[in-house]
């Protein structure tokens, strides 16, 4: 047995000696290494991070208190505290339970040693490649920003019912800013990239990437204004399905009216060609993890099968107000990387790997279906869309005119907008079959037909 579950195991009993009727608490350890670099490496950093939250229940009314220890005398400090702000806390009519059913689900490569082994020095030899192949694909190009982070995550949980689980994650990530500049333009160009695991950052292509794009962004003029049909990047669009998606699927935004969806549960909301899935247990996926933040094992969830809604996220508060089981979608927080730490935070329940199912194409044919349009590689704003109207609009910052079925001159600075609900009900039924992620969204490159395109 672990410190973090010797630590949520006693916290659950001091707190019911205390006089919970029910209690629960959640430790973590999160160990992260950071290294910030520009044309040169400005700071590397290692933090480890160590705490516990504890959760519990008087009468309905729930209490909780974080700290950043794991020592008993602090430990019994949070119960106090959490105690103090239950019995002045209003009671929650809602509330049914903690978890009563809990467990593991088997789930693979969510666990890196790589990850686990690197040290300081090898970030370093990272981000030295990284600026070599920058300078490699030209020497003018300027890196203006860029970090890589790791991150390996221990959490426990126990309740006052029996839960007792550990789990443990690894994460990786990677971001680059480029710019290429000169008397008659300024060209810049950003990738992400994160993973479970070292070797799924890849680097070095991304530097290279980057860096060509930097250097074909430099002439980027914008386009004239009027309706263009759009080919979305592959991690952009999963950009723009998490604006617009993971806020109304799930129960807590249906039970507070937060979700146009409410009620529609077996009916059309999509075109028969789109489907959507959460999978709770893919391998290596960014949200996979043995348990959610419940202690409820993860799984499959569909959200739209061939355009029918067929359900929505559960935590196990939101599904007892509904008498239902959760779906195993609980989050404290939603990344190795998040701020303030996960054990500072009561459950929510949240996408785990939400997919847009891809087809059969490859993104260069749908780029050759498309004939004339848009090719959308970077965007800006997306995240300031309205996911309960549906209105969505983007700013590009990176993309390419399609000309005959081609890729033709760089472009930038056009916002790009339609009515989400409309694209999902007809205007994005080609999609490619190479999947990637935006943090816990995987959506393959996807053509949108018919956007507004306000440029000059």
């Given amino acids: 047995m672990s410190d973090l579950l010797t630590s949520a195991e006693t916290a659950v009993k001091l707190a019911m000696k205390k006089g919970f009727e029910e209690a629960e608490a959640f430790t973590?350890?999160?160990?992260?290494?950071?290294?910030?670099?520009?044309?040169?490496?400005?700071?590397?950093?290692?933090?480890?991070?160590?705490?516990?939250?504890?959760r519990g229940i008087v009468d309905q009314r729930i209490g909780f208190f974080s700290i950043s220890s794991l020592e008993r005398r602090d430990i019994e400090y949070a119960i106090d505290q959490a105690f103090k702000i239950a019995i002045a806390?209003?009671?929650?009519?809602?509330?049914?339970?903690?978890?009563?059913?809990?467990?593991?689900?088997?789930?693979?490569?969510?666990?890196?040693?790589?990850?686990?082994?690197?040290?300081?020095?090898?970030?370093?030899?990272?981000?030295?490649?990284?600026?070599?192949?920058?300078?490699?694909?030209?020497?003018?190009?300027?890196?203006?920003?860029?970090?890589?982070?790791?991150?390996?995550s221990s959490n426990a949980i126990a309740n006052s019912h029996g839960c007792k689980l550990e789990r443990k994650e690894t994460n990786a990530a990677s971001w680059i800013a480029v710019k290429a500049g000169g008397s008659n333009g300024k060209g810049v160009s950003h990738e992400f990239s994160q993973s479970r695991h070292w070797r799924?950052?890849?680097?070095?292509?991304?530097?290279?990437?980057?860096?060509?794009?930097?250097?074909?962004?430099?002439?980027?003029?914008?386009?004239?204004s009027g309706k263009l049909s759009t080919v979305w990047r592959n991690d952009v669009f999963g950009s723009v399905i998490d604006a617009m998606l993971t806020r109304i699927i799930t129960a807590d935004a249906i039970q507070k009216n937060r979700s146009p969806w409410a009620g529609k549960i077996g009916q059309p909301v999509a075109s028969e060609q789109v489907s959507i899935v959460d999978e709770g247990t893919m391998a290596a996926g960014i949200g996979t993890r043995h348990f959610d933040d419940d202690?409820?094992?993860?799984?499959?969830?569909?959200?739209?099968?061939?355009?029918i809604l067929r359900g929505f996220l559960y935590d196990c508060y939101t599904a007892y107000k509904e008498n239902r089981k959760t779906t195993g979608n609980a989050h404290r927080d939603f990344g190795t990387f998040s701020s303030p730490p996960n054990y500072m935070k009561t459950p929510s329940p949240y996408p785990n790997n939400l997919i847009v199912k891809p087809q059969g194409a490859s993104p260069d044919e749908l780029i050759r279906e498309t004939r004339n349009g848009l090719y959308i590689v970077e965007t800006i704003g997306e995240w300031l869309s309205n996911p309960i109207s549906g209105d969505l609009s983007a700013?590009?910052?990176?993309?390419?005119?399609?000309?005959?079925?081609?890729?033709?001159?760089?472009?930038?600075?056009?916002?790009?907008?339609?009515?989400?609900?409309?694209?999902?009900?007809?205007?994005?039924?080609?999609?490619?079959?190479?999947?990637?992620?935006?943090?816990?969204?995987?959506?393959?490159?996807?053509?949108?037909?018919?956007?507004?395109?306000?440029g000059e």
């Fill in 295 to 307: 202690g409820v094992p993860q799984k499959r969830v569909p959200v739209i099968e061939k355009g």
């Fill in 28 to 54: 973590s350890k999160i160990t992260k290494q950071e290294i910030i670099y520009r044309g040169r490496i400005e700071a590397t950093k290692t933090n480890i991070i160590a705490g516990l939250g504890i």
């Fill in 200 to 224: 799924g950052l890849k680097n070095e292509p991304l530097a290279r990437s980057v860096s060509e794009r930097a250097l074909k962004m430099l002439h980027a003029k914008t386009v004239p």
């Fill in 395 to 454: 700013t590009v910052a990176s993309g390419f005119i399609i000309e005959k079925g081609e890729l033709g001159r760089a472009v930038k600075g056009m916002i790009v907008s339609a009515n989400f609900f409309d694209v999902l009900r007809g205007r994005m039924d080609l999609r490619a079959n190479d999947l990637e992620n935006a943090g816990p969204v995987y959506a393959p490159t996807t053509q949108v037909l018919d956007m507004t395109v306000s």
């Fill in 89 to 152: 806390t209003n009671e929650d009519s809602d509330w049914k339970s903690l978890p009563r059913e809990y467990g593991k689900t088997s789930v693979e490569k969510v666990v890196d040693k790589r990850v686990e082994q690197l040290t300081a020095k090898d970030l370093v030899s990272e981000v030295r490649l990284v600026l070599d192949t920058v300078h490699e694909v030209d020497q003018s190009l300027e890196v203006t920003r860029g970090y890589i982070t790791t991150g390996v």
